[in-house]
């Protein structure tokens, strides 16, 4: 069975970092694509990065470029590093994997990833 957990999230200030987990199980992260994304109170799911051990490469989302970084630990486990970060990014975050990357490339389309885990709250104040 596929299960995805997602922790590291908390209450910071804006300006200060976070960084999460995303532990996997049940599946080889050498053949699934794993993204984060995330969702705020009335809006749509966001993307916000992705990588795939396939092509070795991560995506970011233009909004959070030369702030966040995603970093593999060659395991089962995906960091997201997140730097200077904003009210506006407070949401829940999720990881997900897709078993299908296309030409082993990561995407930021949340339609695309088969599997989600539980959420992990990232509270920013100003």
């Known amino acids: 069975e596929v299960q995805l957990q997602a922790s590291g999230g908390g209450s910071v200030q804006a300006g200060e970092s976070l960084r999460l987990s995303c532990e996997g199980s049940g599946f080889s992260f050498d053949d699934y694509a794993i993204g984060w994304f995330r969702q705020a109170p009335g809006k749509e799911r966001e993307g916000v990065a992705c990588?795939?051990?396939?092509?070795?490469?991560a995506r970011y989302a233009d909004s959070v470029k030369d702030r966040f970084s995603i970093r593999d630990n060659a395991r089962n486990t995906v960091y997201l590093q997140m730097n200077v970060l904003k009210p506006e990014e407070s949401a829940v975050y999720y990881c997900a994997a897709d078993r299908t990357p296309w030409e082993g490339t990561c995407t930021l389309s949340a339609g695309e990833y088969d599997y989600w885990g539980r959420g992990t709250q990232v509270t920013v104040s100003s």
């Open positions: 990588f795939s051990r396939s092509d070795g490469r």
